[in-house]
């Protein structure tokens, strides 16, 4: 199993433009998580999904969207991308709430 | 203040100490989770707990649903244990992380 696959793993984006960040996992995993991670601070969600075709805001959604079409993929979107936006995004997925989480390696987005 | 609080943010041992990290919550929480992120940037899973204590090798992490307060323990530290490690807790779908303790061990 490849658990959970992100791309790109760097990417320089340049203000205003727009881009999709993949995640996709293969251990059938029912929920779906977007973190991103700022210098010093904790991770703090963006979105989340509990299912196919089921999403939720998180604790920062503002300037992003997720869509869950399938089980296995939970793309995010920035659109008009700002310098606020520049993190590391970490896409996460587990079979329950009650279960452990499993990240993918991250995404480190530069927004110039 | 944040609601997950992490003690020490820094920490540097030799190698063979026991480590000790802290974490207290100030929300209701159905579980706490420990992970540990490594220099490269991968985060990986090492324990989720809801009450008492688990071991897995080294690594022993307590709660005190009580007290909200969980500790994460490494015994004989060694240099590959150098990492940082994060406590989240979570209430169904709402996730709370701390900042992280960045353990370094020298050899």
């Known amino acids: 199993n490849a658990g959970v696959t992100q791309t790109p793993k760097f990417h320089i984006l340049k203000i205003g433009q727009s881009m999709t960040l993949q995640c996709t996992q293969d251990?059938?995993?029912?929920?779906m998580y977007w973190y991103r991670q700022d210098p010093g601070m904790g991770l703090k969600l963006i979105y989340y999904?509990?299912?196919?075709?089921?999403?939720d805001k998180g604790e920062v959604p503002n300037g992003y969207n997720v869509s869950r079409s399938t089980t296995e993929d939970f793309p995010l979107r920035l659109e008009l991308a700002a310098p606020s936006q520049t993190s590391v995004y970490f896409c996460?997925?587990?079979?329950?709430?009650?279960?452990?989480?499993?990240f993918g390696s991250g995404t480190r987005l530069t927004v110039v | 203040k944040n609601e997950v609080e992490q003690s020490p943010q820094n920490l540097t041992a030799q190698e063979g100490e026991f480590i000790t990290i802290n974490c207290s919550y100030s929300?209701?929480?159905?579980?706490l989770h420990w992970l540990q992120q490594h220099p490269g940037g991968g985060i990986v899973s090492l324990f989720m707990?809801?009450?008492g204590k688990k071991k897995h090798g080294r690594l022993i992490a307590t709660i005190n649903i009580q007290e909200k307060h969980s500790s994460l323990h490494i015994t004989a530290s060694h240099p590959r244990d150098s990492a940082v490690y994060i406590c989240?807790?979570?209430?169904?779908?709402?996730?709370?992380f701390g900042a992280g303790t960045r353990l370094t061990v020298k050899p």
């Open positions: 996460a997925s587990r079979w329950t709430w009650d279960y452990g989480y499993t």
């Open positions: 251990m059938n995993h029912n929920y």
């Open positions: 999904s509990v299912g196919a075709g089921i999403t």
């Open positions: 929300v209701g929480i159905s579980a």
């Open positions: 707990l809801s009450s």
């Open positions: 989240a807790v979570n209430n169904n779908n709402d996730m709370r």
